[in-house]
């Protein structure tokens, strides 16, 4: 999903300049932002199965080196480390409150970082279309 957009942002950035308006560049500047909504909803909706899965594994024994846990622990270190401290997880609100701190830990990472420059930096594209090189706007 992550290379469709993308690509669909490199293809409306050469559109945009190919055909000189401005309004595609506006739309082009637009595609980080659904990369980076989409990138957390992706990364938070594991959050509940990695809970389960978790859960399984400590009712039934498996100790520290069972493959959830160490899958989780190498690859998806923010959720482990929050399900991980927060054992009490039994009720919904204390799994909304992970959800939700994780979601501001996540845009506060490095590509959080960088796809909100990239949208700056496309959207200051799109001022400097309009303003220096009068571009059409649609």
């Known amino acids: 999903m992550a290379g469709f957009i993308a690509t669909a942002d490199s293809v409306l950035l050469a559109y945009g300049f190919a055909q000189k308006e401005s309004g595609i560049l506006l739309i082009a500047s637009i595609m980080p932002l659904i990369l980076l909504v989409s990138y957390l909803e992706i990364y938070l909706?594991?959050?509940?199965?990695?809970y389960v899965a978790i859960s399984l594994e400590k009712e039934l024994g498996l100790g520290d080196d069972a493959l959830?846990?160490?899958?989780?622990?190498t690859n998806l270190r923010d959720?482990?480390?929050?399900?991980?401290?927060?054992?009490?997880?039994?009720?919904?609100?204390?799994?909304?409150?992970?959800v939700h701190n994780l979601r501001w830990t996540l845009l506060n990472k490095?590509?959080?970082?960088?796809?909100?420059l990239i949208f700056i930096a496309q959207l200051?594209?799109?001022?400097v279309s309009i303003y220096s090189y009068h571009y059409r706007f649609m």
Do not use: M, Q, W
């Open 110 to 116: 490095r590509p959080g970082h960088v796809l909100i």
């Open 79 to 98: 959720i482990y480390s929050a399900i991980n401290t927060n054992s009490d997880l039994k009720a919904s609100e204390a799994l909304d409150s992970v």
């Open 124 to 127: 200051g594209l799109f001022l």
């Open 68 to 73: 959830v846990r160490t899958f989780a622990r």
């Open 45 to 50: 909706s594991t959050v509940p199965v990695i």
